[in-house]
Nanobody, 119 residues
């Protein structure tokens, strides 16, 4: 079993920043890509950013390019931790943010962390 735990959400004013963390634990023996999704009320869930195990390949949704940065811990003993640095936040970024990883063919999800952006 694998557990993903997100943290770092909260309330921020528009233009502000937050950093989300996703820590994986358990049977994380294989290399895997980590994704951040978000789900806002009345909207479809969307992938926000992804990062490969090495950190060398990243993906960003157009809506967050230039504002969000996904990164992975570089220390070998901590590579199961991924961050999402969110800058210049907009009210439309408000959502529940979820960490996701497919490990050994199984999709794992965190419990989510809420991001609220006040205008």
């Amino acid at each position: 079993q694998v557990q993903l735990v997100e943290s770092g959400g909260g309330l921020v004013q528009a233009g502000g920043s937050l950093r989300l963390s996703c820590a994986a634990s358990g049977r994380t023996f294989s290399r895997y890509t980590t994704n951040w999704f978000r789900h806002a009320p009345g909207k479809e869930r969307e992938v926000v950013a992804s990062i490969s195990w090495s950190g060398g390949t990243t993906y960003y949704a157009d809506s967050v390019k230039g504002r969000f940065t996904i990164s992975r811990e570089t220390r070998d003993t901590a590579k199961n931790t991924v961050y999402l640095q969110m800058n210049s936040l907009k009210p439309e970024d408000a959502a529940d943010y979820y960490c996701n990883a497919r490990i050994a063919g199984i999709d794992y999800w965190g419990q989510g962390t809420q991001v609220t952006v006040s205008s």
